[in-house]
T-cell receptor, first 109, second 113 residues
Framework: LAKTTQPISMDSYEGQEVNITCSHNNIATNDYITWYQQFPSQGPRFIIQGYKTKVTNEVASLFIPADRKSSTLSLPRVSLSDTAVYYCLVGGSARQLTFGSGTQLTVLP | NAGVTQTPKFQVLKTGQSMTLQCAQDMNHNSMYWYRQDPGMGLRLIYYSASEGTTDKGEVPNGYNVSRLNKREFSLRLESAAPSQTSVYFC????????????FGPGTRLTVL
């Protein structure tokens, strides 16, 4: 299993860019990297997914270096509503999916 | 479209009782999943179904059984509930296993006394 390591918590201020890094040293060749967001009392919500290099969508960017042993989720200009837990997942099959403990992001006014 | 729906939203059981958690999706997805989330923890995969007619164990399958009734529905059964199964249970679905977005239901909060 590709175990992931993320910071337990991060604080930021409104309007700042936030970067959350995930380490996955034993990522396998066919593993994708996926990030989810979870608000209290809700199920996780998909943010972004990538395999290598950089992926960008309307809410975030995902940076993956050439060795793929880590990845960085970048949230531009965060707002109070971005306060949530962010999970990094690595896996190539359903059985390998592990959410880990996630990163609690708190956005301050 | 309702997406992924789960019933019930809340349930309290006594040790030894049985119950079935229901999950349905209307997105025509092939794959469905059951997770549990304990307080302050991430989600752990209990069982999954890559396609209709197939099921497989995840990380924490002990004490649970599943049924993929049809393409839409995937149920999770606790035959003899234990306090250690107190948790929030999430069902999810995706078009493909893993390399596709998983859509989650609202969760079932289960307490076993």
């Amino acid at each position: 299993l590709a175990k992931t390591t993320q910071p337990i918590s991060m604080d930021s201020y409104e309007g700042q860019e936030v970067n959350i890094t995930c380490s996955h040293n034993n990522i396998a060749t066919n593993d994708y990297i996926t990030w989810y967001q979870q608000f209290p009392s809700q199920g996780p919500r998909f943010i972004i997914q990538g395999y290598k290099t950089k992926v960008t969508n309307e809410v975030a960017s995902l940076f993956i270096p050439a060795d793929r042993k880590s990845s960085t989720l970048s949230l531009p200009r965060v707002s109070l509503s971005d306060t949530a837990v962010y999970y990094c997942l690595v896996g190539g099959s359903a059985r390998q999916l592990t959410f880990g403990s996630g990163t609690q992001l708190t956005v301050l006014p | 479209n309702a997406g992924v729906t789960q019933t019930p939203k809340f349930q309290v059981l006594k040790t030894g009782q049985s119950m079935t958690l229901q999950c349905a999706q209307d997105m025509n997805h092939n794959s469905m999943y059951w997770y549990r989330q304990d307080p302050g923890m991430g989600l752990r995969l209990i069982y999954y179904s890559a396609s209709e007619g197939t099921t497989d164990k995840g990380e924490v399958p002990n004490g649970y059984n599943v049924s993929r009734l049809n393409k839409r529905e995937f149920s999770l059964r606790l035959e003899s509930a234990a306090p250690s199964q107190t948790s929030v249970y999430f069902c999810a679905s995706s078009g493909l296993p893993v390399a596709d977005t998983q859509y989650f239901g609202p969760g079932t909060r289960l307490t076993v006394l």
